[in-house]
Every structure is written in C-alpha cells, then in structure tokens.
Nanobody, 124 residues
C-alpha cells in the first residue's frame, strides 16, 4: 500500500522548535517532490515548503522563511523520509501539517499522495 505518514507534531511554546517527519511506504520518496502544507483552524490549506526531487531545490512560503528548513534523509537511504524542521514557532503556525508527494518531481506539479496530517499547536 502506498502511503505517507507524518509524525512529530505536538504542543510547543512560542519560540520553540519541532521537527516533522514524512515517511513513505510502498514507494521511494527520491522520485517525488515532497511538499509540506498546513491547514489552520478556519483557514484553507496553504503550502509551507517543498523540496524537488532531482536537484533538491527548496521553496518556502514567506511567513516561514528563515525559520523552517526542509530536507531529505540522504545519509540513510533506507529511511525514505523527508523532514520539516521548524524553529521560532509562533501561534500563527498552529495548524494540521500534511506532507504530499508529486511524482513529476517538481514542487509546482500536482500531488499524487497525501498523508493524514499531524497537529502542531503553538501555545503558552
């Protein structure tokens, strides 16, 4: 079964950090662009970050630039994961975070697989 599973969400105080993990089963993430999206309460889903497949180019929405990074686990090929490292989290970052895979390898492409999401809550 082809699926993506997110993990690493939780409750964190403002200014804190979290690392989200997107793990794939049934297919190799190397061939996919992987995007992170989020949906805050009462808002539509928005793209947060993306890493392309071939050249590893990364993209970030303006509100997270300088605070979030996205990376593949290139050191351990077997892990088949992508990470979203989040620093200096603020209340506006509270949302359900989803990862998604685009087989075309480009961040601007259509996304073929989606995870179920992981909740991130930033609160004191």
């Amino acid at each position: 079964q082809l699926q993506l599973v997110e993990s690493g969400g939780g409750l964190v105080q403002p200014g804190g950090s979290l690392r989200l993990t997107c793990a794939a089963s049934g297919f190799r993430l190397d061939h996919y662009a992987i995007g992170w999206f989020r949906r805050a309460p009462g808002k539509v889903r928005e793209p947060v970050a993306c890493i392309s497949s071939r050249d590893g180019i990364t993209y970030f929405t303006d509100s997270v630039k300088g605070r979030f990074t996205i990376s593949r686990d290139n050191e351990n090929h077997a892990k088949n994961t992508v990470y979203l490292q989040m620093h200096d989290l603020q209340s506006d970052d509270t949302a359900v975070y989803f990862c998604a895979g685009s087989f075309g390898g480009l961040c601007r492409g259509a996304y073929d697989y989606w995870g179920q999401g992981t909740q991130v809550t930033v609160s004191s």
